[in-house]
């Protein structure tokens, strides 16, 4: 497990410190129309305030309050909420024949947490992730502050953007020769900052290269729902949709709250992996990334209630 404690002199972003100083100042001095008519407007920040009133009103009716809320939990999630969890994934997300088993399953404060736990878990120090170009600035520090994992891009054509098997081997190979050994490729569907959604043929050419070169499949579909036309000529389409729930040792998906359902502040996300090493590694060091049992209650309300998340989303 790479968690080494090297002199973080040494890990500078220049341009994403730039980035978040300026995100920074703008939360602590937020725009609000009746307290703060002078306050910042962030635009650089993902978040989705059209929908806000719909899920207050829903939070609003939360009355379910019990002593189990107050209590300790288990740091990989409050079982009733994994279940819940586990139904809205199989049934929203994947939207596959298989179901999604609780015990599966990891939640955490958010998906950039579970970011963090893969790098500790997943990698040796100095390996690298290859993740397509453009992509979110924040994946750099997220791999490489804690875990010491190297970002490798896999540049892709401006023309098509498509992912193609010479681009990949390209990036395999200079990361080798950089003396960071590839060990997982992360692929963010629909695409973050694109919004870009990789079609059947670009997502099973990735699946089977990463196969072939034994490295993990990362898959990051934390803006599944967030897409303009569901009944697009190219749907959005889960990774595990495609393998039909059968993800083994080598492929984990990751969604969360913060994008489809605006609540970047609950700070709830989730790993859903087969690979019963890896899940046991991260429970074993999470306890700091654990969510609030009563977020995670709250947020079990809003996703067992399957006509409001029908509505919601429609």
Not at 108 to 126: I, P, Y
Not at 268 to 288: A, E, H, P, Y
Request: net charge negative; with cysteine.
């Amino acid at each position: 497990m790479a968690f080494s404690r090297k002199n973080k002199q040494e890990i500078k972003f220049p341009l994403l410190e730039t980035y978040r100083n300026a995100q920074i100042e703008f939360m602590m001095n937020p725009y609000d129309p009746e307290r703060n008519s002078e306050g910042g407007i962030p635009v650089a920040i993902a978040e989705n305030n059209l929908c806000r009133e719909i899920l207050i009103s829903k939070l609003k009716c939360y009355d379910a309050f019990s002593h189990g809320v107050l209590n300790y939990t288990s740091p990989d999630g409050f079982p009733p909420t994994k279940s819940s969890f586990a139904r809205f994934l199989s049934k929203t997300i994947f939207k596959s024949e298989f179901d999604a088993r609780s015990e599966n399953l990891i939640i955490a404060a958010g998906v950039t947490a579970l970011l963090f736990l893969l790098s500790c878990t997943l990698f040796e120090e100095n390996e690298s992730v290859l993740i397509p170009t453009p992509y979110y600035p924040a994946f750099d520090p997220d791999f490489k502050t804690l875990g010491g994992v190297n970002v490798v891009e896999v540049k892709i054509p401006t023309d098509n953007g498509v992912i193609t098997t010479e681009g990949l081997n390209e990036s395999y190979n200079r990361s080798v020769g950089l003396g960071y050994p590839p060990k997982a490729f992360l692929l963010t569907n629909p695409h973050n900052p694109t919004g870009r959604i990789y079609s059947l043929d670009e997502i099973a050419l990735v699946i089977s290269w990463c196969q072939e070169k034994h490295i993990h499949l990362i898959a990051d579909e934390i803006y599944a729902l967030s897409i303009f036309d569901p009944s697009d000529d190219n749907p959005f389409l889960s990774v595990a949709n495609i393998v039909h729930g059968k993800l083994g040792d080598y492929i984990h998906i990751l969604w969360g709250l913060s994008k489809d359902f605006g609540a970047s502040g609950a700070r709830v996300g989730v790993l859903f992996s087969q690979n019963n090493d890896l899940l046991q590694s991260i429970r074993n060091i999470m306890i700091l990334s654990s969510v609030p049992v009563l977020m995670q209650d709250l947020a079990a309300y809003i996703l067992d209630d399957s006509t409001f998340v029908r509505d919601y989303l429609s």
